[in-house]
C-alpha cells in the first residue's frame, strides 16, 4: 500500500478484514473491486465478502502490479 495504491480505495489488510467488516456496511450493496499485490490475498478476500454477504465483489486480476503494468493510475497519499 505504501509503495502505491489505487486512488480512493480503503487498505484493510487481510489478516484485519473479519474484525473491520462493519467500515464497509456502507458499501454492502455496491460493487467492491478487491485487490491485493498479485490478486491471491484478495481472492481469499472476495470470498470472506461473498460469505458475508456482500452482493457484487470482484478480484482485480493480477492485483496492484497488474495495474502498475498498465500505466493505470496510483497514488502514495
Known amino acids: 500500500y505504501r509503495d502505491g495504491h489505487?486512488?480512493?480505495?480503503i487498505h484493510i489488510p487481510l489478516s484485519y478484514l473479519?474484525?473491520?467488516l462493519k467500515e464497509l456496511d456502507?458499501?454492502?450493496n455496491k460493487p467492491i473491486i478487491v485487490s491485493c499485490?498479485?490478486?491471491q490475498r484478495s481472492g481469499q478476500a472476495c470470498m470472506m465478502l461473498k460469505k458475508e454477504g456482500f452482493e457484487t465483489v470482484y478480484?482485480?486480476?493480477g492485483g496492484i502490479m497488474a495495474w502498475k503494468n498498465d500505466n493505470?493510475?496510483?497514488t502514495k497519499k
Open 6 to 9: 489505487i486512488v480512493n480505495s
Open 18 to 20: 473479519q474484525d473491520r
Open 26 to 28: 456502507k458499501y454492502r
Open 37 to 39: 499485490r498479485s490478486g
Open 59 to 61: 478480484n482485480l486480476s
Open 72 to 74: 493505470l493510475p496510483v
